[in-house]
C-alpha cells in the first residue's frame, strides 16, 4: 500500500516546501508522506485514511481533549473528524497549505463547535483542573516511530510557547483552545480589551517567529 | 494598514480571534495587499499545526479506528 501511495500521488514541489515553515517532523523511511496520503483519500482509498488515523488520531484527540475535556465526548468527535476527513477530501489543496494543518483547523472547529452546544464553558474549567493533573501519565501509550519524531517536534514547539511572558500564553490559550474572542478573553481574564489585543498581538508574533527559527533544526 | 499591521492582524484571523468590527477593514487590506496577502495567511495557518504538536498525544482507541473504517468502507459501497 506505501509503495502505491507514492506512486500514484507525486511529492510536492520543491517552490511549495519552501514557500510554507516546515515543522511536521521527517516520516520513517518509505513512509507515504502526508500529502501522498491524502491523495489517496481524494481517490476513495480507505487503507489511505486507515494509515492517517494511524499517524494523527493521537495529536488530533489531544487537541480536541483539550478543547472539550472529556474522554467519551473526544472519541465520538474523533469519529466524526475522520469521517468529515473522508468526506471533505476533495476540498483539501495543497496550494493552501499541508494536509495536517487542514485536518487540525478541522478539528479545532469541531471540538470548539461541540463546546459551544454543550455550553460548557463552566464544566470543562473544572475539569480542566482534574484533568490537567493527571495528564501527562495518564493519557501516555506506547510510542509509533511517527510519534517518537512527532515527540522531539513537540519539546522544540513547546520551549517556544514557554518563552512566551504567562499572561501572552494565557490569551493564546483561551483563543485558540476555547474558540474565545478578544472581548470574551478580556472579560474572563478582567483585563481591558486592548491589552488583550496586544497580548495576542505579540505573542502570536513571537510563536510565528519562533517556528521561522524551528524550521532549520527539524 | 501597514503589511506588519495586516501580518498582527492575520495571525488574529487565523485563530478566529478578530473582532467582527476588525473583519471589514482587514479584508479591504486583503484585497489591496493580494497576492502576498494570500501568501501570508496560508504560512499563518502554520500556527494551528504547531498547537497541535505542541500536546502530547492522547490514546485512542482501536475500537474507534474499527467503527471509522467499517463506516468509510459501507459508505464507499454504497
Known sequence: MPGNLESSAPLETEDEKSRLPAIVPALPPGAPSDLALMRAIQAEEPEALSQLYDRYSGILKALVLRVIHNEAEADDLLQEIFMEIWNQAKNFSSHKGKPLGWMVTLARRRAIDGLRKKQAYTRAEERLQSESEQQPDAWVHNATEVEIALGDTRVLIRQVIDSLPPAQQQAIELAFFRGMSQREIAANTNTPLGTVKTRLELGLKKIYDGLKELRHEL | ?78
Open chain 2, 1 to 78: 494598514m501597514s503589511f506588519e499591521e495586516f501580518q498582527n492582524r492575520s495571525r488574529l484571523y487565523v485563530i478566529g480571534a478578530l473582532e467582527p468590527e476588525e473583519i471589514e477593514e482587514y479584508e479591504g487590506a486583503r484585497k489591496s495587499f493580494g497576492q502576498k496577502a494570500e501568501d501570508f495567511i496560508r504560512e499563518c495557518y502554520t500556527l494551528h499545526e504547531a498547537f497541535a504538536l505542541s500536546l502530547r498525544p492522547a490514546k485512542s482507541s482501536a475500537a474507534l479506528k474499527n467503527r471509522l473504517m467499517a463506516m468509510v468502507r459501507e459508505k464507499k459501497q454504497r
